[in-house]
């Protein structure tokens, strides 16, 4: 598809990106090579000392961050892991795709990947699997116990005969409270769907009865209880979905900046640069925010609730960072759109205080994820990066020289560029890392869990200056 650009900007000068899609394959695509770790202070900017990354933006000192790559080192050469194979696991779950019509162009350029989301759908005490991939809506794999396991997709009524979903995010979520494991399938131009589980090894599709049925550029789905009523919420994370026609954009003026106009805001977007012209960027779709009306339905409330954002969403987390007991939400976008870090305002409302808290973010994030990493009873939070593990492949890979080097100076939170950081070599290892949309399975709280205080791990790669 082709787009055109009518009637020049008059006070400015507007320029198209170069870079506004994926200039190279997802193999040429570099691989996560830092670590660092951010651990909350308290409010005075004087406390903020950062190491290993760029002169500080106008951060609170909220977060600080410090070395952590000794966390990757073992004392001993042993190995964490160790290989089962296809014949020993029975997981034959391979990604086999042949793109057909508006698939092709969208694989080739917008495609966001596959997902996994484990949980015990069947109440057994096992933990089951459900994959996802281009075709067939995805795969269920019972656990049999002892590392084996059965498909199950067919006879638990998931299996697409048509094979017409690509699905992407999937996640085990208990969502109408009944005390078993649902399914929630994202799709990527195709409607999501929810697979409510009857209790018996079967699951019935429910996603339109609920108002989950969203066609679009679907990445994930990631479930909490933001307004604390005792049922779960849910946030739809979208990427970017490519036109199926050609079309003219007319930019408006406002104040004399251009302006794409609202129904194109999806596609393109105006990214103003330091000496005050305006990029002409590609766009994502908007992410949404659904409130659980608690009668099997959900409300649409993204806007009300302050969610902005039309970028390429790659994982949305919650995370209560600050500790005050609501859950918090942080979601990693690729290319020119900024991380963001919701702050839960406790009365519906949510605002982005990256800038305020961050002491800086990852350039092209690919994903985020919380765990306890250390076993030290506080949550851990990583943040991935598209970057090279060495000086030579960031240049050879990344956008981080001529066009947009810009980018790496004028950030706010900054991105780490001054320094040339310790490889974290365990992630390292591969030309590419993207994280895959991966879930357990969730359902609601039923009282006041254990307070944490939150640590942040950000994963930078080494850009070289």
């Not at 570099?30 to 770790?37: C, H, M, N, S, W």
């Not at 490519?242 to 596609?267: C, M, N």
């Amino acid at each position: 598809m082709t787009m055109k650009m009518e009637g020049q900007t008059r006070e400015t000068e507007v320029r198209r990106s170069e870079r506004s899609h994926r200039s190279f394959t997802r193999a040429r695509c570099l691989a996560i090579a830092a670590l660092a770790v951010v651990m909350p202070l308290g409010c005075n900017r004087g406390d903020l000392a950062v190491t290993e990354s760029p002169p500080q933006s106008k951060t609170t000192g909220l977060l600080k961050s410090v070395p952590l790559t000794a966390a990757a080192e073992r004392e001993t050469g042993d190995p964490l892991f160790s290989h089962l194979p296809q014949q020993r696991t029975g997981v034959d779950f391979v990604h086999a795709y042949s793109p057909t019509g508006n698939h092709v162009n969208q694989f080739d350029s917008y495609s966001t990947g596959g997902g996994v989301t484990m949980g015990d759908y069947d109440d057994d005490g096992q933990v089951d699997v459900f994959l996802t991939r281009q075709i067939d809506g995805g795969r269920l794999y019972r656990n049999l116990g002892d590392f084996r396991f059965r498909d199950v997709t067919a006879e638990a009524g998931l299996d697409d005969a048509q094979g017409s979903m690509w699905s992407t995010g999937a996640s085990f979520v208990d969502i109408d409270n009944d005390g078993d494991l649902d399914l929630y399938v994202c799709g990527f131009d195709s409607p999501n769907r929810l697979y409510l589980n009857r209790g018996d090894g079967t699951f019935a599709e429910k996603a339109a009865e609920f108002g989950l049925d969203f066609h679009g550029a679907s990445t994930m789905m990631a479930f909490a209880d933001y307004d604390a009523d005792g049922d779960l919420d849910a946030y739809l994370l979208t990427n970017r979905m490519p036109p199926d026609k050609d079309y003219t954009i007319r930019p408006e003026h406002v104040a004399g900046e251009p302006r794409i106009p609202k129904r194109f805001l999806e596609l393109h977007d105006f990214l103003k640069e330091p000496a005050g012209t305006y990029l002409l960027v590609d766009a994502g779709q908007y992410d949404h925010l659904y409130e659980n009306n608690g009668d099997r339905t959900f409300t649409e409330v993204s806007r009300k609730a302050g969610i902005t954002g039309n970028y390429y969403g790659l994982s949305a987390t919650w995370w209560d960072y600050n500790d005050d007991g609501r859950p918090d939400l942080y979601v990693a976008n690729d290319f020119w759109g900024p991380d963001q870090l919701f702050r839960n305002n406790g009365d519906g409302t949510f605002t982005d205080v990256a800038r305020d808290v961050l002491p800086h973010v990852p350039w092209y994030s690919m994903g985020a994820d919380v765990a306890d990493i250390n076993n030290d009873g506080r949550l851990d939070f990583m943040a991935s990066d598209m970057a090279g593990t060495s000086h030579y492949r960031s240049k050879m890979g990344m956008g981080d020289m001529a066009e947009i080097g810009w980018f790496l100076e004028y950030s706010d939170p900054p991105i780490p560029a001054s320094t040339c950081v310790t490889p974290f070599i365990s992630i390292a290892e591969q030309d590419v890392s993207w994280k895959s949309h991966t879930s357990v399975g969730c359902r609601a709280p039923t009282g006041p869990g254990p307070s944490s205080s939150p640590i942040w791990t950000t994963m930078a790669g080494p850009i070289c200056s």
